[in-house]
T-cell receptor, first 117, second 113 residues
Framework: DVKVTQSSRYLVKRTGEKVFLECVQD?????MFWYRQDPGLGLRLIYF???????EKGDIPEGYSVSREKKERFSLILESASTNQTSMYLC????????????????FGDGTRLSIL | KQEVTQIPAALSVPEGENLVLNCSFTDSAIYNLQWFRQDPGKGLTSLLLIQSSQREQTSGRLNASLDKSSGRSTLYIAASQPGDSATYLC????????????FGEGTQLTVNP
């Protein structure tokens, strides 16, 4: 089974702090994703990475950056945390489609509930 | 821009009932559609993925169908159990969006003993 592990289930930080959320997958997946989930807004894509050292902005990248130095690890960084970044953060990974198919699902971690005070 | 809608937002049924969850999407040019389950405070668990060339997929008591031309998918749950209580989300991978998924807001299902 695919295992996507997020380093913390719950995290409390203060406004202005630099916050690191870590995600590790054990299946050699090329693609990795960071989402946030808020009531009434659903899941929104922050950043994703096609492969090592490659990244692309999602729908709401402002206030965030990412790092993918190794294939198995994708880090989300809140440069200067603000209260409106209090949310549930979800990491996902996915294997690249193989020739002739589009059947590779996204697999999610258990999420990090981040509170910024 | 792809939009995904799930109706109803919440559903409560007695144990043992068969039920259908609905998902609609605005752009029929999709690679696939994926159904997920989310328990409170947890991440998403992938249930079924239907490729655009397929009409349905089955896993145990779950059956997902896809009508790409009309922009609709359904998730059928047979003989529902209290353990099926969760939020069910559908997500579409559009041809114009690479590897991205567009999610619906989910249907919160409660199965009463």
């Amino acid at each position: 089974d695919v295992k996507v592990t997020q380093s913390s289930r719950y995290l409390v930080k203060r406004t202005g702090e630099k916050v690191f959320l870590e995600c590790v997958q054990d299946m050699d997946h090329e693609n990795m994703f960071w989402y946030r989930q808020d009531p009434g807004l659903g899941l929104r894509l922050i950043y994703f990475s096609y492969d090592v050292k490659m990244k692309e902005k999602g729908d709401i990248p402002e206030g965030y950056s990412v790092s993918r130095e190794k294939k198995e690890r994708f880090s989300l960084i809140l440069e200067s945390a603000s209260t409106n970044q209090t949310s549930m953060y979800l990491c996902a990974s996915r294997r690249l489609d193989r020739a002739g198919g589009s059947n590779q699902p996204q697999h999610f971690g258990d999420g990090t509930r981040l509170s910024i005070l | 821009k792809q939009e995904v809608t799930q109706i109803p937002a919440a559903l409560s049924v007695p144990e043992g009932e068969n039920l259908v969850l609905n998902c609609s999407f605005t752009d029929s040019a999709i690679y696939n559609l994926q159904w997920f389950r989310q328990d409170p405070g947890k991440g998403l668990t992938s249930l079924l993925l239907i490729q655009s060339s397929q009409r349905e997929q089955t896993s145990g008591r779950l059956n997902a169908s896809l009508d790409k031309s009309s922009g609709r998918s359904t998730l059928y749950i047979a003989a529902s159990q209290p353990g099926d209580s969760a939020t069910y989300l559908c997500a579409v991978r559009a041809e114009t969006s690479g590897s991205r998924l567009t999610f619906g807001e989910g249907t919160q299902l409660t199965v009463n003993p």
